[in-house]
């Protein structure tokens, strides 16, 4: 098994971060197919690749959503011939022109079906579960049935696709959107005459808006999108005062701390006290416990 080409693609792509599902098979004819990762639910593709058994035996893969990818081949390039570094040249460029191509339709096509769900929803109830737990105002959200809508754009301001959030918490985004650097504002769109803060998610972000009169606040939409907000953020306006706030998770302090280092921004997190009870993470759980404990204090008086 050790000399089976798809086997051993199949391993670089796990080696790279890129687990496909063990149900789904590699199709080696050298087109671009979507598959599933381990971690996707049903229905849901969210790896690419293709595969070449033709010589030089090579392929390359990854993740539409993390932006992640790899190529390899059968051959170290050191035993390639210079027939077959060409041939791999010139492979590799003409796909890359394919995938490129392929992920601008992918991205239009679901900013128009976002914009079509967007133009036909109405203003969000602020008696809203989801809204109500978590002690935020509908502000920007609309509202489609009992789900929130909640527009994600980029710092351009063109919609690139939408945010669901049921009752009970659960959210999706629209498939195919263009996730990489782009945000859901509280209010106003950035501008590099106000502080900016990043925050992961919208209903932090609501939160630290209460917190922070006066400043921009957007959220990522998670904590690996960080990155990629706070520098675009920094490319665009370089003098901005530019604040993470980190949700106070390791992965969240991880993921916003460097993310503060690569825009030269500055991070913040919530500082639970000691009796504070265990799982609350961000700023939103923090100031949903600290109203109720002045309710509690209150009614106790």
């Known amino acids: 098994m050790q000399n089976d080409p798809i086997t051993q693609f199949r391993q670089a792509l796990a080696d790279a971060g890129v687990i496909l599902a063990l149900h789904s098979p590699i199709i080696a004819d050298g087109a671009l197919h979507r598959a599933p990762l381990v971690t996707d639910r049903p229905g849901q593709k969210t790896a690419w690749y293709r595969l070449h058994l033709d010589s030089p035996i090579a392929g390359a893969g990854g993740d539409w959503r993390q932006g ?7 051959k170290s390039q050191s035993a390639l011939t210079n027939k077959e570094r ?21 991205h239009k096509e679901a900013a128009k079906r976002a914009l079509w769900i967007w133009n ?30 909640l527009p994600i754009t980029g710092f351009d301001g063109d919609l690139r696709g939408i945010q669901t959030i049921a009752e009970d918490g659960s959210k ?22 106000r502080q900016m803060i990043v925050c ?4 932090t972000a609501s939160s630290v808006a209460e917190l922070s009169p006066g400043a921009c606040v957007i959220a990522a939409l998670d904590a690996g999108n960080l990155m990629h907000v706070g520098t675009e953020a920094r490319k665009r306006f370089p ?13 969240g302090m991880e993921k916003a701390k460097a993310a503060a280092i690569a825009a030269n921004g500055k991070w913040i997190w919530p500082k639970f006290p ?28």
């Open 239 to 251: 003098r901005i005062d530019l604040v993470i706030a980190a949700d106070a998770d390791p992965v």
């Open 86 to 106: 060409e041939m791999l040249q010139h492979r590799i460029e003409r796909e890359r022109a394919e995938r490129q191509a392929d992920l601008e339709a992918q």
């Open 200 to 203: 992961e998610g919208w209903a």
């Open 120 to 149: 036909h929803a109405s203003s969000a109830k602020a008696d809203h579960e989801y809204l109500r737990r978590k002690q935020i105002h509908p502000g920007i959200a609309r509202q489609r049935d009992d789900l929130l809508l």
């Open 274 to 301: 000691k009796d504070a009870p265990a799982g609350l993470s961000d700023f939103n759980d923090w100031i949903v416990w600290r109203r109720s404990q002045r309710r509690d204090g209150s009614n106790a008086g």
């Open 68 to 74: 992640l990818s790899v190529r390899w081949s059968m």
């Open 172 to 193: 999706r985004f629209t498939r195919g959107m263009a996730k990489m650097d782009a945000f859901i504002r509280v209010d106003a769109m950035p501008a590099q005459d």
